[in-house]
């Protein structure tokens, strides 16, 4: 099949749209702020409101990537146009979160909806520990009805630790979060096999199925001094995205309620994930992360395996290895046999100390709440003996 194809079909009745019912939704500084005013474009803001609360009412779970913050942060402390250095980026982006998440804020609650600011990062999405932790986090506010509204911590991202770009963020955030989709709302209403404001005959691609060599090389340059992403960005965004199994698309944002408009058929591209992000997950778990300790199960606990329930520290008979909290541990019967990987809830020394316990005594054994469970099963893959369709 080769790796881009026009296609007639619209997002109105794409499946990835229809039936995705997690959904990332990266926004560019560009759309959120007024270039030659530094201002914040109100209107827009409300609309895209209007559109995440018709996805909520539907039951789909939404995560804004946002940025913003810096360009609105440089305008209030007057900062020159151009690039700037980072202990300048830094303070723009002090000042200007305040006004981005109070703005995020406001026009949620006015309609009913809770907004919940999530400041990442780099190694939040790549430590395992502070991966954990994030997505438990983001998970949590989700599973209350809240949006969470992800931005790059730049107040503290030093050169050497940052993504730069949400391009990528929104990508990360995506795979963390097991996403269906992630939309980027771009100034740009998808992928051109040139850019399209040097070359009048380039054409829109509609479906992508693979970033081979020939994708890459339609990219143009950077965006503006106020997005520093480009097509380039979005494409290594598509790359990450797709290999953690969620279908990412890229379409106009500019116009007012660019989600609906997406969803009544609006032009853009759509990069298809060749798997789903649960079973895309599960081979990460299973394949890629090193193991770091063997936990041995009864066989109560390996019934309840069987039947896709998560592990708890009662059903475990004896933890072996030197892990920490995050890491991968193989998990075994006390025959010996493998019955999968998971990514542990508890370093050694504290599972250690509750195995065999009841979930409700962890907090008196350990003197702090913890999780009930030891490996929750959204962090786990299991064997073939053991697995379920889709575990």
Request: aromatic share 4%; charged share 25%; net charge neutral.
């Amino acid at each position: 099949m080769p790796a881009a194809r026009k296609e007639t079909s619209t997002a109105a009745v794409r499946p990835e749209w229809r039936d995705a019912r997690r959904i990332v939704v990266k926004i560019g500084s560009a759309l959120l702020v007024e270039r030659s005013t530094g201002r914040l474009r109100s209107a827009w803001l409300e609309s895209i409101a209007d559109d995440v609360k018709a996805l909520a009412a539907e039951g789909r779970e939404i995560i804004l990537v946002s940025s913003g913050a810096i360009a609105l942060g440089r305008h209030v402390l007057k900062l020159p146009k151009g690039a700037l250095a980072l202990e300048q980026s830094q303070a723009a982006a002090a000042v200007g979160q305040i006004s981005l998440s109070s703005a995020y804020q406001e026009v949620f609650k006015a309609r009913g909806l809770t907004a919940a600011q999530v400041l990442l990062t780099l190694g939040d999405t790549e430590e395992r520990r502070r991966y954990l932790n994030a997505r438990r986090t983001m998970a949590t506010l989700l599973g209350c009805g809240a949006i969470p509204v992800v931005n790059e911590n730049d107040t503290v991202a030093t050169t050497e630790i940052r993504y730069g770009d949400n391009d990528r963020l929104s990508a990360r955030v995506a795979s963390m979060m097991s996403a269906d989709c992630l939309v980027l709302l771009s100034d740009i209403d998808g992928l051109y096999t040139a850019p399209p404001a040097k070359d009048p005959n380039a054409r829109r691609l509609d479906v992508v199925h693979e970033i081979t060599h020939e994708i890459l090389s339609m990219a143009g340059d950077a965006g503006t001094e106020l997005s520093k992403g480009g097509m380039v960005t979005k494409l290594e965004a598509a790359r990450i995205a797709m290999g953690s199994g969620t279908d990412m698309v890229i379409t106009e944002g500019a116009a007012l309620n660019p989600l609906r408009r997406l969803a009544e058929g609006a032009p853009c591209t759509w990069f298809i994930a060749p798997s789903d992000p649960v079973a895309a997950r599960k081979r990460w778990i299973a394949g890629n992360l090193e193991s770091r300790g063997t936990i041995f199960v009864d066989a109560g606990a390996e019934k309840a395996l069987g039947q896709g329930k998560s592990l708890l520290p009662a059903g475990v008979v004896r933890v072996d290895g030197a892990f920490d909290r995050g890491d991968a541990v193989t998990i075994r019967a006390l025959d010996g046999r493998d019955l999968g990987r998971g990514l542990i809830a508890y370093p050694h020394d504290e599972a250690a100390a509750i195995i065999g316990k009841r979930s409700s005594e962890i907090a008196t054994i350990l003197g702090h709440a913890g999780r009930a469970e030891l490996i929750h099963r959204d962090d786990m893959a299991l064997s073939k003996v053991l697995a379920k369709p889709g575990s």
